[in-house]
């Protein structure tokens, strides 16, 4: 748990440096996510994400490493709603569960396949839904 609420500070100062930074605009923060994945896959050393690995390794949802995981990827989502209702999406809980699980996917295929291809698809479809729910407001 110690091990991961270290990662949990690394990564949320990662965060803030990787994508708030790069835009103001809440559209451009959304694709700089992407982008910042990709950089973190290319990184000397990454090896995928922690909280992953631990919500696997203690599969019961009531063990405490377990639920510092899912508290970790609970910070993500509640980051993302942020994003999205900053943009006007029509939607904005719909969009950031969506743009979750493209983040979430391409964490878990770069950690599988290696290479920074992920992030790259995964923005291509994150840039398509931000069309679809920024169109369906209009």
């Known amino acids: 748990v110690a091990t991961l609420n270290r990662e949990d500070r690394m990564f949320r100062e990662w965060l803030a ?3 708030e930074h790069r835009s103001q605009h809440p559209k451009d923060r959304i694709r700089a996510l992407f982008l ?10 990454y090896c995928g994400c922690a909280f992953i690995r631990a919500s696997i ?3 019961s949802p009531e063990h405490p490493v377990h639920r510092t995981a899912r508290a970790h990827k609970e910070m993500i989502r ?3 709603k942020g994003l999205t209702t ?10 950031s569960e969506q743009i979750y699980l493209l983040f979430e996917g391409a964490i878990t295929a770069s950690q ?27």
Not at 86 to 95: K, N, S
């Open 57 to 59: 390794e203690f599969p």
């Open 78 to 80: 509640s980051y993302l």
């Open 112 to 138: 599988l396949h290696g290479g920074v291809c992920p992030a790259d698809h995964a923005l291509r479809a994150a840039e398509s839904l931000i069309i679809a729910a920024s169109e369906a407001i209009t």
């Open 17 to 19: 440096s990787a994508v």
């Open 36 to 45: 910042a994945l990709r950089d973190r896959f290319a990184s000397e050393g």
């Open 86 to 95: 900053e943009t006007g999406a029509a939607d904005p809980a719909m969009l």
